[in-house]
């Protein structure tokens, strides 16, 4: 609860400067003033209450770190992320390569993990502590600006993922956001889907094809002089079906602010 308070402090305090910030005289410059936001490196860091991933919740309040680079419709990087509370060992890292043109994108992931015993490994067996994932996806608002809907689909096609007899399970996750703009609010709704063998089901608690993530979230991004941007987010999320290990369906709450340089 602690850090829940301090988080939610801090997005007040770092959302009133940014504020501050907007509103100063356009003769004031910030030092290091980025003028490309499009291509090179980018580092983007966010706090959240709750670590959440399609349709599960994968640890308590987290810091995620992020570091990319971009050169035109190219996209490489890492992505992490550490569990704020000492008693929640959670770790992740991640390295991902995505490349988008005219709508179309394409995708692969490496995601690691902590183990089921607070253990992270990133050296160890890859059938063990990682996942391997390839995505397609398209985004209808590159060709229609009013129809600001996006589908993507992405398989595990190597890692941990597997069958009681040890094949690859190839879960595959699938997923449409509809994601308007209300004023000055980014607005998503979310559904997605799975479908899993029941050997290896992950995202939901029973094999198949099953729906497990409807998400509404909203977010304000707050620019810095075109130096950075701090985006204020909270998200609703339903889990029909229930993760694995889960009894039945689940729903969460999450907020958090990010800042991207």
């Known amino acids: 609860m602690k850090i829940t308070k301090i988080i939610f402090a801090a997005v007040l305090a770092m959302c009133a400067f940014a504020a501050q910030a907007q509103d100063k005289d356009d003769d004031f410059d910030f030092p290091f003033e980025n003028e490309d936001n499009d291509n090179g490196f980018h580092f983007t860091t966010d706090f959240v209450t709750k670590n959440t991933w399609r349709g599960m919740n994968v640890s308590d ?45 394409m995708m692969v992931y490496d995601y690691c993990w902590t183990d089921d015993n607070g253990k992270f490994d990133y050296f160890g067996k890859y059938k063990d502590t990682h996942l391997l994932e390839v995505g397609l996806g398209y985004d209808f608002g590159e060709i229609c600006e009013n129809f600001p809907v996006s589908f993507n689909v992405n398989t595990i096609v190597a890692g941990a993922n597997r069958k009681a007899n040890d094949d690859q399970a190839f879960s595959t996750y699938m997923e449409i956001v509809y994601a308007p703009s209300l004023k000055n609010l980014d607005l998503s709704f979310t559904v997605g889907a799975a479908s899993e063998d029941e050997d290896a089901a992950m995202y939901s608690r029973k094999g198949g094809f099953n729906i497990v993530n409807i998400d509404f979230g909203l977010s304000h991004d707050f620019n810095i002089k075109d130096i950075a941007t701090i985006t204020a987010k909270a998200d609703v999320i339903f889990n029909p079906t229930g993760s694995a290990g889960a009894e039945k369906g689940e729903a969460f709450i999450t907020a958090g602010f990010g800042i991207t340089f």
């Open 61 to 105: 309040a987290a810091f995620q770190p992020e570091l990319s680079y971009s050169i035109g419709g190219l996209r490489i990087g890492s992505w992490g992320s550490t569990a704020l509370n000492s008693d929640d060992k959670y770790t992740e890292l991640d390295f991902f390569l995505e490349y988008a043109v005219g709508g179309v994108s």
